[in-house]
């Protein structure tokens, strides 16, 4: 089937982990690749920092380069994998490819949250396709599914885990009743966090991904920035055992739903741990693994589910982008661009209506639980559930609270620190995942 | 952003529980539809049997005809959504559809998994798109995925949840102790099964789906007849009880996989009910909802979850494909069509390797477990566990299998209902979605 046609030459930027197994799967999977593109696919360059420095695959000889901006620019370059990650070099080389007639396929989630509409608008100039899917979740199939599978349908909602960093660190407090450096401790050791984790456990990945999420489901520009962004390092075994004892679980979110703003349905995207039901699909995800739960008007509840880290999983979701790319290339034509024609304001936290869980150690004496219904009802915050428990200096309300304003329901918490009555509010999260 | 450019006209084929659904959406999210595809799309007609039956949705005066083939050859039409299911007659419509130049969106699993090579051959010949999301599994993204997600991996096997009438009568049985025939009765009260529930509860369905999901994980031509189907109407309370007993849980399961041949890699096609332990993802799948599990190489393990019924999940996946095929129709180009290049061989049942889980009341004699033992032995089958259970009339041997043939396993049962010592075999159940 494929006589006579040309093969198609893929530059490779970056041989880390997923640059190792991309082009280990160029190699590997050829003849698969070249049946289901139409043609063969062809190593043209592997970038990297150091010729000689230790590598997971063996590149064949001569393909190895420092020159990444002139693999690039080569005329016999029609694709280019970028696998490098950060911001610059990444972003001038992904340009620099466009402008010289490549199409481009990137893990780069930070770059894509900072400056996505220049590359889209680079690729819309140039004619050529920009993926993106392994910058989400992995090897999930979740961009694609967003873009194109419910392109007939209205997201109203997307709740992500996807970040397996803090999802193992929190599956283990759960489950060992260990608290956070513990916890961290044991995730270092493994390999599932870095030795800086801060990039993790303070959201900033999963914000993100939050962002491309949230520009994906409502057709809008969202850009990491307007994510409101709180990590998990404040998360304590206290905060863990209240969700058990709700029968809820913590996880760290991504979420991007639709909410009434002033001038029609607006966005609000955070990234927060919160507490879910036990009996929502997310809960039972474990471990480093990722799972994103979609919900939209007509499909209903959906959930995407699979390892959202890892070499082989990251390089499986970028070699499906390029055998589309590529099949779009030998046709002349390309894929879905960049959809921000809803053009929707994103809502700050402030407004976004929320529910909380508050834990709160109070003296034991008549009186109490009406002071605390009293400081809710002041910021007008209706009460879902009280649950007292313990006597004497154990004395403690449980408050699950319905939807208000995020920042009404941080007034009240600021209102009961300040009261005669609170020894200490012992813990305060998020209740997300209802599903009634 | 769609100024001057011609409006697509599109003609909807069945006005039912999706159909309706289809049009209703074609109408409300015209707007986004619009932006989303570049042009508008408007209905063009909609073919049904009684012009005056009373249908979910209205539709605008003077689109409704009963002549379906008709409106698929009608010039001004350019894309054709076929939601009337069955055979005749609607792979007539489509294939004259495909002849007058329109691309075609279907739902119709029993079509494609029994002449589906018909189709693609026209729609190849014609330049057309042929796309049939909503066939498999409602409203959940996953014949995309398969297709186009992980096209640059290798699929080794996908389990799947994909008929809801089963799972919730299965499931039913598992959270209630009710047998079949009384679950059954439930989900006919609930509108989960037909008051002829044949196609659902002996696999039917299952078994188209499965043999689509052969097709395209393993770029092969499978069709209906390839694939071995058990449905559940012989699944006991007994059986449910001895999954129990293994923290296992009883699904119907369509399998394919790949697995060794004799001419290299051959597929595995099959729907039976299974044990599946319920620390597997597929497990905590309740009531009518689908999910399909599938592993590759590169990916590892991915699941899709959602609901694989109803008129506005499915219409939801035809409106995704709409979308992609409007589009595409516009550029002037195609997306991927059959590929079916690797023509792997169907692995006869016998040859297939699984394993079994078999119950079996015996007398309580000394030497009982010795002949059991070697009954499997004679059959070359090796023994994963034996679990004794109960004394005298109530004596009972649970054995688990390691893998065997089917053959070498289903002569093994034969065998032991022979022997003197054995009273009943109570059940018999393949053991699927170790993960070991």
Do not use: W
């Given at each position: 089937?494929?006589?006579?046609?040309?093969?198609?030459?893929?530059?490779?930027?970056?041989?880390?982990?997923?640059?190792?197994?991309?082009?280990?799967?160029?190699?590997e999977?050829?003849?698969?690749?070249?049946?289901?593109?139409?043609?063969?696919?062809?190593?043209?360059?592997?970038?990297?920092?150091?010729?000689?420095?230790?590598?997971?695959?063996?590149?064949?000889?001569?393909?190895?380069?420092?020159?990444?901006?002139?693999?690039?620019?080569?005329?016999?370059?029609?694709?280019?994998?970028?696998?490098?990650?950060?911001?610059?070099?990444?972003?001038?080389?992904?340009?620099?490819a466009?402008?010289?007639g490549?199409?481009?396929?990137?893990?780069?989630?930070?770059?894509?949250?900072?400056?996505?509409?220049?590359?889209?608008?680079?690729?819309?100039?140039?004619?050529?396709?920009?993926?993106?899917?392994?910058?989400?979740?992995?090897?999930?199939?979740?961009?694609?599914?967003?873009?194109?599978?419910?392109?007939?349908?209205?997201?109203?909602?997307?709740?992500?885990?996807?970040?397996?960093?803090?999802?193992?660190?929190l599956?283990?407090?759960?489950?060992?009743?260990?608290?956070?450096?513990?916890?961290?401790?044991?995730?270092?050791?493994?390999?599932?966090?870095?030795?800086?984790?801060?990039?993790?456990?303070?959201?900033?990945?999963?914000?993100?991904?939050?962002?491309?999420?949230?520009?994906?489901?409502?057709?809008?520009?969202?850009?990491?920035?307007?994510?409101?962004?709180?990590?998990?390092?404040?998360?304590?075994?206290?905060?863990?055992?209240?969700?058990?004892?709700?029968?809820?679980?913590v996880?760290?979110?991504?979420?991007a739903?639709?909410?009434?703003?002033?001038?029609?349905?607006?966005?609000?995207?955070?990234?927060?741990?919160?507490?879910?039901?036990?009996?929502?699909?997310?809960?039972?995800?474990?471990?480093?693994?990722?799972?994103?739960?979609?919900?939209?008007?007509?499909?209903?509840?959906?959930?995407?589910?699979?390892?959202g880290?890892?070499?082989?999983?990251?390089?499986?979701?970028?070699?499906?982008?390029?055998?589309?790319?590529?099949?779009?290339?030998?046709?002349?034509?390309?894929?879905?661009?960049?959809?921000?024609?809803?053009?929707?304001?994103?809502?700050?936290?402030?407004?976004?209506?929320?529910?909380y869980?508050?834990?709160?150690?109070?003296?034991?004496?008549?009186?109490?639980?009406?002071?605390?219904?009293?400081?809710?009802?002041?910021?007008?915050?209706?009460?879902?559930?009280?649950?007292?428990?313990?006597?004497?200096?154990?004395?403690?309300?449980?408050?699950?609270?319905?939807?208000?304003?995020?920042?009404?329901?941080?007034?009240?918490?600021?209102?009961?620190?300040?009261?005669?009555?609170?020894?200490?509010?012992t813990?305060?999260?998020?209740?997300?995942?209802?599903?009634?």
């Amino acid at each position: 089937m494929c006589e006579g046609q040309k093969p198609l030459k893929v530059a490779v930027l970056g041989c880390g982990s997923v640059g190792s197994q991309v082009v280990r799967l160029l190699t590997e999977q050829a003849g698969d690749l070249a049946a289901r593109v139409g043609t063969r696919v062809e190593l043209a360059g592997v970038a990297v920092r150091r010729i000689d420095a230790p590598r997971e695959v063996d590149v064949p000889e001569g393909l190895l380069t420092t020159d990444a901006a002139g693999l690039v620019s080569r005329d016999d370059v029609d694709l280019v994998i970028e696998v490098i990650g950060g911001i610059e070099p990444a972003r001038s080389l992904i340009l620099s490819a466009l402008e010289h007639g490549a199409s481009v396929v990137t893990a780069n989630k930070a770059l894509l949250a900072e400056d996505g509409p220049t590359l889209f608008e680079a690729a819309e100039k140039a004619g050529r396709d920009l993926y993106y899917e392994a910058a989400v979740a992995g090897a999930i199939p979740i961009l694609r599914p967003l873009r194109e599978s419910l392109a007939g349908d209205k997201v109203t909602r997307v709740l992500g885990i996807v970040n397996g960093t803090t999802n193992f660190i929190l599956d283990k407090m759960d489950s060992s009743g260990a608290g956070f450096a513990e916890a961290l401790e044991e995730a270092q050791e493994l390999g599932y966090a870095e030795a800086d984790p801060t990039a993790d456990v303070e959201g900033f990945d999963a914000a993100a991904k939050a962002a491309i999420l949230a520009s994906l489901a409502f057709h809008s520009r969202v850009t990491a920035a307007d994510v409101h962004r709180e990590g998990i390092s404040e998360v304590t075994a206290a905060d863990v055992q209240s969700a058990r004892e709700m029968n809820s679980v913590v996880k760290l979110l991504a979420i991007a739903e639709l909410r009434p703003g002033p001038d029609g349905d607006a966005v609000s995207v955070r990234v927060h741990p919160a507490m879910i039901p036990r009996s929502h699909p997310l809960a039972s995800v474990r471990e480093a693994y990722n799972a994103v739960f979609v919900e939209s008007e007509a499909a209903g509840q959906l959930m995407f589910y699979g390892p959202g880290a890892g070499g082989a999983p990251t390089a499986s979701a970028v070699l499906g982008d390029l055998v589309t790319v590529a099949r779009n290339h030998l046709a002349g034509t390309r894929g879905p661009g960049e959809s921000a024609y809803a053009d929707r304001a994103v809502l700050p936290m402030g407004e976004t209506r929320t529910r909380y869980h508050v834990a709160i150690d109070v003296d034991d004496r008549a009186g109490v639980l009406a002071s605390v219904a009293q400081a809710f009802a002041e910021h007008d915050v209706s009460i879902q559930t009280v649950r007292q428990e313990g006597r004497g200096d154990d004395a403690q309300l449980v408050v699950v609270s319905h939807e208000a304003t995020d920042a009404q329901l941080s007034a009240t918490v600021e209102h009961l620190r300040g009261m005669d009555i609170v020894r200490e509010v012992t813990s305060v999260m998020r209740v997300e995942g209802d599903t009634e």
